[in-house]
């Protein structure tokens, strides 16, 4: 058995058990959820009615983080997820509004809410992640983050 290699083996995958490895993955999927979450968070707490207006300064430092530590398809979904959390700190309003003044049910007002970010702001979001991984790709010395 000592000299088959790690791959070989239908039980291992990169040296460790397959739970393991799987688990490994759940965990930085979650990190960087988490990373999304509390940057967009802290983005609109910068805005009004808070207005905690420093926190833009460093709002955006988990973000870059998260979009450099993945791959691309995930940087675009967590832009996607990022832009959602950052409407709902912001724009909590929005679906209440919805079915107050225009008589929608509350799928209706969900649905055009998560329809307006994904049409509206998604696109240049992940726009910006494209730019930025690759100039990080490029100029990684010279960016900060």
């Not at 000592?2 to 965990?27: F, I, V, W, Y």
């Amino acid at each position: 058995m000592s000299g088959t290699s790690a791959t070989a083996d239908p039980e291992r995958a990169g040296g460790l058990p397959q739970t393991r490895a799987a688990r490994g993955t759940g965990l930085q999927a979650l990190g960087l959820l988490s990373l999304v979450a509390v940057s967009a968070l802290l983005l609109g707490l910068a805005f009004p009615p808070t207005a905690w207006r420093p926190l833009a300064w460093i709002a955006l430092v988990p973000f870059f983080v998260a979009l450099r530590s993945s791959r691309l398809s995930v940087a675009l979904l967590l832009c996607w997820v990022w832009t959602h959390v950052l409407c709902y700190v912001v724009w909590d309003w929005g679906p209440a509004a919805v079915t107050t003044y225009f008589k929608q049910s509350q799928t209706v007002a969900v649905g055009l809410f998560f329809g307006l970010g994904t049409v509206m702001l998604a696109p240049y979001f992940m726009g910006f992640a494209v730019a930025y991984r690759a100039l990080a790709r490029r100029f990684s010395r010279s960016l900060p983050l």
